[in-house]
């Protein structure tokens, strides 16, 4: 969609008011002055800028060329980038929307570059008291020492999504900053983070800490306290809350009731709050959306002229009946090559870099569970993932056609195998060219820490299954 279209959307989206629909109390009536407020003034933003303005510049540097021209605009718009510049330097005042100690406000690998023209068009509203994590956040895991969460392994950690998440959230064009003005509320726990260092619950052990030393239970007892003292969450008993609960361990069992698990989720495959709950949570049997996460993949450098036909690097472990599939691929990838008319870059473990980026195609087999972010690696490192059963793509988020992407390899036998290697190396160059260009088309949905179009994706498809719009 174009940025100046964009901008009339927003700006028609603001004529709309609805009544409450819902009998929680759904909101979805939009402020008519706000709304076409803001929508001119995006719309004479793109203008100046050309349509092509670089949002990562601005973030970064309020004195740029790109940013001069937004200058026209006024003062308060200067203020503003100016206000984000001092965020991400650690310089803001108290007046400022970032904290000075956000773990998000200085990320030590990508700035995220903000899309103009998202898909999502309602207001929301991100919790900015102690249900952001990210502020003051900090990990320790054994005996090492405490170390800044935004400093930590954690961020190119696979189930890392909470942390990104949240950093597009706070940049994202509809963000409010009036709770009242929301259609849907954000809630910046990064459950993800504290499943992988707070679950224990040993504090001479393994810490997950905020807001000046809460830490592992506290921390998840203390937001319990917030949302019940919610008056925006009482009022649909988080019917309208969307919450990142990604990682496969879970605190649901933590607690003898968790109003966390009222919340709408972005949740670790198909898992949801009604499995493994042997504590019985009071929780609602309807009226809640989960969507399944996308892992947070890593990238080889694509190659531009591959060198190899094949690769899967994944780790085995003999005797477990989940990794079989693993093993019969790398087996029959060796003994079926009678003729040599193929190679293959590696499979098995190792590293992963060079030789997915050297591969054609990238073999996703499951392994403790259906998915893994050794499909986000294929995708962003330029190959053509093959998946190994429908159980793969029905554990991920349907807002991609996956069919278009990828392909998918028979493995109940070696002769089928074979036949559809056999089937796979005489594709017309046209329609591997048609299977690249989908995959182009949509490449920027698994960049999950530098691009902003996943949240965007994830907040139009809960506003959907809501039936916001």
């Keep these: 969609?174009?940025?100046?279209?964009?901008?009339?959307?927003?700006?028609?989206?603001?004529?709309?008011?609805?009544?409450?629909?819902?009998?929680?109390?759904?909101?979805?009536?939009?402020?008519?002055?706000?709304?076409?407020?803001?929508?001119?003034?995006?719309?004479?933003?793109?203008?100046?800028?050309?349509?092509?303005?670089?949002?990562?510049?601005?973030?970064?540097?309020?004195?740029?060329?790109?940013?001069?021209?937004?200058?026209?605009?006024?003062?308060?718009?200067?203020?503003?980038?100016?206000?984000?510049?001092?965020?991400?330097?650690?310089?803001?005042?108290?007046t400022s929307r970032v904290a000075t100690t956000d773990a998000l406000a200085k990320p030590q690998e990508e700035q995220p570059a903000m899309t103009a023209d998202s898909l999502f068009q309602l207001p929301f509203y991100i919790y900015d008291n102690e249900l952001d994590w990210s502020v003051n956040a900090t990990v320790t895991r054994g005996t090492n020492q405490a170390e800044l969460l935004n400093q930590s392994g954690f961020l190119g950690y696979k189930?890392?999504?909470?942390?990104?998440?949240?950093?597009?959230?706070?940049?994202?064009?509809?963000?409010?900053?009036?709770?009242?003005?929301?259609?849907?509320?954000?809630?910046?726990?990064?459950?993800?983070?504290?499943?992988?260092?707070?679950?224990?619950?040993?504090?001479?052990?393994?810490?997950?800490?905020?807001?000046?030393?809460?830490?592992?239970?506290k921390l998840l007892e203390r937001a319990e306290q917030v949302l019940q003292e919610s008056k925006w969450y009482r009022r649909s008993q988080g019917r309208d809350h969307i919450v990142v609960d990604t990682h496969w361990r879970k605190h649901w069992n933590k607690l003898p009731y968790s109003r966390l698990l009222n919340c709408n989720s972005i949740s670790f495959e198909n898992l949801v709050p009604t499995d493994g709950n042997p504590k019985g949570h009071q929780i609602p049997t309807g009226g809640r959306v989960h969507i399944p996460t996308l892992y947070v993949g890593r990238q080889c450098q694509d190659e531009t002229n591959k060198t190899h036909d094949f690769a899967m690097i994944a780790t085995f472990k003999p005797g477990n009946k989940n990794f079989l599939d693993r093993a019969h691929i790398c087996q029959w990838l060796e003994q079926n090559n009678h003729q040599q008319n193929y190679?293959?870059?590696?499979?098995?473990?190792?590293?992963?870099?060079?030789?997915?980026?050297?591969?054609?195609?990238?073999?996703?087999?499951?392994?403790?569970?259906?998915?893994?972010?050794?499909?986000?690696?294929?995708?962003?490192?330029?190959?053509?993932?093959?998946?190994?059963?429908?159980?793969?793509?029905?554990?991920?988020?349907?807002?991609?056609p996956w069919e278009d992407v990828s392909y998918m390899v028979d493995l109940s036998n070696s002769t089928s195998f074979d036949t559809f290697i056999q089937s796979i190396l005489q594709k017309t160059p046209q329609e591997l060219a048609e299977k690249r260009a989908n995959i182009s088309r949509h490449r920027d949905i698994f960049q999950t820490k530098s691009k902003g179009r996943q949240f965007d994706l994830y907040m139009h498809k809960f506003a959907q299954m809501l039936e916001l719009y």
């Design 1 to 94: 969609m174009k940025l100046q279209e964009t901008a009339k959307l927003m700006m028609l989206s603001s004529t709309a008011t609805a009544e409450e629909t819902d009998g929680l109390g759904i909101k979805t009536k939009v402020g008519f002055v706000v709304g076409f407020a803001l929508g001119f003034v995006f719309m004479q933003a793109m203008v100046f800028l050309g349509g092509e303005a670089d949002f990562r510049q601005l973030f970064t540097d309020p004195s740029s060329a790109a940013a001069k021209q937004v200058n026209p605009l006024g003062q308060a718009f200067e203020a503003s980038l100016r206000n984000i510049q001092d965020a991400a330097n650690g310089t803001t005042k108290n």
């Design 343 to 400: 190679t293959v870059s590696r499979c098995g473990g190792g590293d992963m870099c060079p030789a997915l980026g050297q591969a054609r195609f990238g073999f996703h087999a499951r392994g403790d569970t259906w998915g893994s972010n050794r499909l986000m690696d294929t995708f962003l490192s330029g190959a053509i993932p093959i998946m190994t059963s429908p159980e793969q793509r029905k554990i991920l988020p349907d807002f991609l």
């Design 159 to 217: 189930h890392s999504d909470d942390y990104w998440l949240l950093l597009h959230a706070k940049q994202h064009p509809m963000r409010t900053m009036d709770p009242s003005k929301a259609d849907l509320f954000f809630v910046p726990t990064l459950l993800s983070a504290w499943n992988a260092h707070g679950y224990e619950g040993d504090a001479s052990k393994n810490k997950f800490c905020a807001h000046n030393g809460i830490c592992n239970q």
